[in-house]
């Protein structure tokens, strides 16, 4: 059975930095593309980006380009999501979801519970 | 970057009657090589992650009720749900998947009138 774990809610100030994991388990990680999608407070849902953890190959969204890193740990099956330096519009519910299979162009069929990230002074 | 656009923002259908979603994309997300259109329907629920209903703008993923339905080809497409039922209420999104990163539409919100 496929599953993506996240880790749990995180609250920090503004300028600090935060990684998030999305741990995968029940199938072969290399060889699935799988990303972040974020959902700010009542609004919807965006894509920020996606990798490939078989050789890294990591895409991104040109909103998100620059303001946050994506990467995968294929040692421990587990993805990332990472803020060097966070602001209060960075509050938000972040999704991982994984492809249904392992070509490029296909459809998001598996999602992670959902990390909360409360940005606040 | 394709732009996914749906219409309306919200609507209210009474219980058992027809509810329909519209969703624009900015671009053809027909590949013409295997005649498939690129398009997701997923169902969003407060305080869950989404819940995949449609691919390929027409599949119904195992398990998704059958009053749920897509259609549509190339920039246009359209999710109906043929009857609704009070556990139906929430928030509806397109994706298109043409491009190894998606994207999604704004949402639609279902609600009962």
């Known amino acids: 059975e496929v599953q993506l774990v996240q880790s749990g809610a995180e609250v920090k100030k503004p300028g600090e930095s935060l990684k998030i994991s999305c741990k995968a388990s029940?199938?072969?990680?290399?060889?699935?593309?799988i990303g972040w999608v974020r959902q700010m407070p009542g609004k919807g849902l965006e894509w920020m980006g996606i990798?490939?953890?078989?050789?890294?190959?990591?895409r991104y969204s040109p909103s998100f380009q620059g303001q946050v890193t994506i990467s995968a740990d294929r040692s421990i099956n587990t993805a990332y999501l990472q803020w060097s330096s966070l602001k209060a519009s960075d509050t938000a519910m972040y999704y991982c979801?994984?492809?249904?299979?392992?070509?490029?162009?296909?459809?998001?069929?598996?999602w992670g519970q959902g990390t909360l990230v409360t940005v606040s002074s | 970057d394709i732009v996914m656009t749906q219409s309306p923002d919200s609507l209210a259908v009474s219980l058992g009657e027809r509810a329909t979603i519209n969703c624009k994309s900015s671009?053809?997300?027909?590949?013409?090589?295997?005649?498939?259109?690129?398009l997701a329907w997923f169902q969003q629920k407060p305080g869950q992650p989404p819940k995949l209903l449609i691919y390929?703008?027409?599949t119904r993923e195992s398990g998704v009720p059958d009053r749920f339905s897509g259609s549509g080809s190339g920039t246009d497409f359209t999710l109906t749900i043929s009857s609704l039922q009070a556990e139906d209420v929430a928030v509806y999104y397109c994706?298109?998947?043409?491009?190894?990163?998606?994207?999604f539409g704004g949402g639609t919100k279902v609600e009962i009138k």
């Open positions: 979801s994984r492809h249904v299979s392992p070509n490029s162009e296909t459809y998001s069929a598996y």
């Open positions: 029940g199938y072969s990680f290399p060889n699935y593309w």
């Open positions: 990798i490939y953890p078989g050789d890294s190959d990591t």
């Open positions: 671009q053809s997300i027909l590949y013409s090589s295997n005649n498939k259109n690129y």
């Open positions: 390929w703008a027409s």
């Open positions: 994706q298109q998947y043409y491009f190894t990163l998606p994207t």
